[in-house]
T-cell receptor, first 114, second 114 residues
Framework: GNSVTQMEGPVTLSEEAFLTINCTYTATGYPSLFWYVQYPGEGLQLLLKATKADDKGSNKGFEATYRKETTSFHLEKGSVQVSDSAVYFCALGLSSGSARQLTFGSGTQLTVLP | GAGVSQSPRYKVAKRGQDVALRCDPISGHVSLFWYQQALGQGPEFLTYFQNEAQLDKSGLPSDRFFAERPEGSVSTLKIQRTQQEDSAVYLC????????????FGPGTRLTVL
């Protein structure tokens, strides 16, 4: 079946440190890949996405590249801020009844200290 | 316009009670999804609607779970004879077109079954 494996947290970094959150997936077919973020007290928000191999998604300084050969979609940011503290979810989407239900990883809690 | 809204935000039920959770999607969105998120886990797919048609209900954990979207807008997730294992956050998401990738999530309803 389809699954997403995320780097376990929690992750604690100092402000301006480099961030990597690993994500690998197993899927039949050709999934789209997503990173969602959940800030404290808020709902899930799409952070970035990539729809085919070698695509790079980027937003707010975060980047992730769809690597089909390693079935990975690692999230990176060069310099984190305190405001990046949140839970990050990697997800894949496959067509189901003409729509794309999402399969999520278990989430990685990121805390950035000033 | 407004995002996806859900009500109630919090619900406490005694074991054996029936509950109904409401989702108001973004106006005009064709697709609507329900997910269940256990504590410390990623969301898991429950069911999907395209307009008023329920095209996929493969994720509903038992026949105690029932969802409807009679007029293709507001949706209700009903859980009959609640059990403690039903305690979770129930997320609703909508997307504008049947084949679109981006799902917009509501804040969720936190259900606690005592």
């Amino acid at each position: 079946g389809n699954s997403v494996t995320q780097m376990e947290g929690p992750v604690t970094l100092s402000e301006e440190a480099f961030l990597t959150i690993n994500c690998t997936y197993t899927a039949t077919g050709y999934p789209s890949l997503f990173w969602y973020v959940q800030y404290p007290g808020e709902g899930l928000q799409l952070l970035l996405k990539a729809t085919k191999a070698d695509d790079k998604g980027s937003n707010k300084g975060f980047e992730a590249t769809y690597r089909k050969e390693t079935t990975s979609f690692h999230l990176e940011k060069g310099s984190v801020q305190v405001s990046d503290s949140a839970v990050y979810f990697c997800a894949l989407g496959l067509s189901s009844g003409s729509a794309r239900q999402l399969t999520f990883g278990s989430g990685t809690q990121l805390t950035v200290l000033p | 316009g407004a995002g996806v809204s859900q009500s109630p935000r919090y619900k406490v039920a005694k074991r054996g009670q029936d509950v109904a959770l409401r989702c108001d999607p973004i106006s005009g969105h064709v697709s609507l999804f329900w997910y269940q998120q256990a504590l410390g886990q990623g969301p898991e797919f429950l069911t999907y609607f395209q307009n008023e048609a329920q095209l996929d209900k493969s994720g509903l954990p038992s026949d105690r779970f029932f969802a409807e979207r009679p007029e293709g807008s507001v949706s209700t997730l009903k859980i009959q004879r609640t059990q403690q294992e039903d305690s979770a956050v129930y997320l609703c998401a909508s997307s504008p077109l049947a084949a679109t990738d981006t799902q917009y999530f509501g804040p969720g309803t936190r259900l606690t079954v005592l």
